[in-house]
């Protein structure tokens, strides 16, 4: 039985939105830490404006440009111009040594764009963190990285959507993904609805749930 495809979590299809929109801003040498040659969700690297991306992972499978870690970057002091971290700062162990080594080789003005999920799923041992958008923020003064803009990816209604959605397409048995991705198709198309009434982005309760964070960076 063939059911609807339930296709990328709707943190994903919100994230890759924000990034493709605010990559395009990126230019000269960006690394992209965590990155892998398999695209994840409908995000793609742009090269317009970017002289050259470089993959950054400690996994040789993922088929990057250099295997490291992002806790200690091999590349000169103020020598890069961009970085991407999408949805990796949560399996970091010593994140905060990160985020020194971004501010370390990134040239005055370049710019960082990190992700961290909040209200999702555990998808690894070594998915350790979850950070609210203060915390982020605190991370990223610490470092001597200005903040220019925190957003996030959702409010109550479509956090709940998102996790409806996960569930239904974690379902093993195909025929009755098929049936659960029917509903949880419709609930999430009209979660996602309410979430855009102005109430609910003025609602200290409501706006305070949301499926993660996506900061803009700078190098002073």
């Known amino acids: 039985m063939r059911g609807p495809r339930l296709g990328a979590s709707y943190r994903r299809a919100l994230l890759d939105a924000e990034l493709a929109r605010l990559a395009a801003g990126l230019s000269g040498l960006a690394v992209d830490i965590g990155g892998k040659r398999v695209p994840r969700g409908d995000f793609r690297r ?5 002289r050259r991306w ?24 103020a020598s890069v111009n961009g ?25 005055p003005g370049g710019r960082v764009l990190l992700s961290a999920p909040l209200l999702h799923r555990l998808d690894h041992a070594t998915d350790r963190h979850r950070f609210s958008g ?10 001597g990285l200005e903040v220019e803009a925190v957003t996030q990816q959702g409010c109550f209604f479509t956090t709940l959507a998102h996790m409806v959605r996960q569930a239904a397409a974690h379902i093993r048995s195909r025929p009755l993904r098929a049936v659960a991705a029917v509903p949880a198709l419709s609930a999430g198309a009209c979660l996602r609805l309410l979430d855009r009434l102005p109430p609910v982005g003025r609602s200290p309760f409501l706006s305070s ?4 964070y996506l900061v803009v960076a700078r190098r002073p």
Do not use: K
């Open 54 to 77: 470089v993959l950054l992972n400690h996994a040789a499978a993922e088929g990057p440009d250099v295997i490291g870690s992002a806790e200690a970057l091999p590349f000169r002091p």
């Open 134 to 143: 203060s915390r982020l923020r605190e991370l990223f003064a610490r470092a």
């Open 209 to 212: 749930y949301t499926t993660g």
């Open 46 to 50: 742009l090269e317009r404006g970017v």
């Open 83 to 107: 970085i991407l971290c999408s949805e990796v700062i949560q399996y970091v162990d010593r994140y905060e040594e990160m985020l020194a080594e971004f501010r370390r080789v990134l040239v």
